[in-house]
T-cell receptor, first 114, second 113 residues
Framework: SQKIEQNSEALNIQEGKTATLTCNYT??????LQWYRQDPGRGPVFLLL?????KEKRKERLKVTFDTTLKQSLFHITASQPADSATYLC?????????????FGKGTHLIIQP | DADVTQTPRNRITKTGKRIMLECSQT?????MYWYRQDPGLGLRLIYY???????NKGEISDGYSVSRQAQAKFSLSLESAIPNQTALYFC????????????FGPGTRLTVL
């Protein structure tokens, strides 16, 4: 079965710097990959989706890359702010049609220090 | 008003009891999902439904059942609750078709004593 690996340890970043989170997966590549933000005790909130034929996607201060050769996605937050502190989840879908729902990584807890 | 709602938000029950968690959505989405989240294990898919007549098992369906009463309603039942079903449960919805994000409800915190 597919496994997703995200940094299990918390990532501490100084305010204003760029935070980079990693998502690695095993086996075959998904049709697309999604990133979600989750705050304590709340449901995940969708941030970005990148398709298998896309190298990079941007939205405001967020950027996602997708390298199917390395089987890796990187999630960047530029000009980070304390309000960006949260857990970030990587999720994969294989059919593109949601045939198997989403498989989530365990998430990386990001802390932006003022 | 929230697009995806879950009831109850918190529930404490005893081993062996039957429990139903309910999810309703006003987004008009065909697809609905149930996940559970445990510390250190992340979100795992329990069941999903692509329309009222379509129900599919996810990664961890044992001990659970679901009912899709209408396009807008998807319920999760624990027929005989056990302590290791203590977790945070999330319902989610998405549009049909490719490349669609999922919208999550606020979650139900279930404790089985």
């Amino acid at each position: 079965s597919q496994k997703i690996e995200q940094n299990s340890e918390a990532l501490n970043i100084q305010e204003g710097k760029t935070a980079t989170l990693t998502c690695n997966y095993t086996n075959y590549s998904p049709a697309y990959l999604q990133w979600y933000r989750q705050d304590p005790g709340r449901g995940p909130v969708f941030l970005l989706l990148i398709r298998e034929n896309e190298k990079e996607k941007r939205k405001e201060r967020l950027k996602v890359t997708f390298d199917t050769t390395l089987k890796q996605s990187l999630f960047h937050i530029t000009a980070s702010q304390p309000a960006d502190s949260a857990t970030y989840l990587c999720a994969l879908d294989y059919s593109g049609g949601g045939a198997d729902g989403l498989t989530f990584g365990k998430g990386t807890h990001l802390i932006i220090q003022p | 008003d929230a697009d995806v709602t879950q009831t109850p938000r918190n529930r404490i029950t005893k081993t062996g009891k039957r429990i139903m968690l309910e999810c309703s959505q006003t987004k008009g989405h065909d697809r609905m999902y149930w996940y559970r989240q445990d510390p250190g294990l992340g979100l795992r898919l329990i069941y999903y439904s692509f329309d009222v007549k379509d129900i599919n098992k996810g990664e961890i369906s044992d001990g659970y059942s679901v009912s899709r009463q209408a396009q807008a309603k998807f319920s999760l039942s624990l027929e005989s609750a056990i302590p290791n079903q203590t977790a945070l449960y999330f319902c989610a919805t998405s549009e049909a078709g490719w490349y669609n994000e999922q919208f999550f409800g606020p979650g139900t915190r279930l404790t089985v004593l």
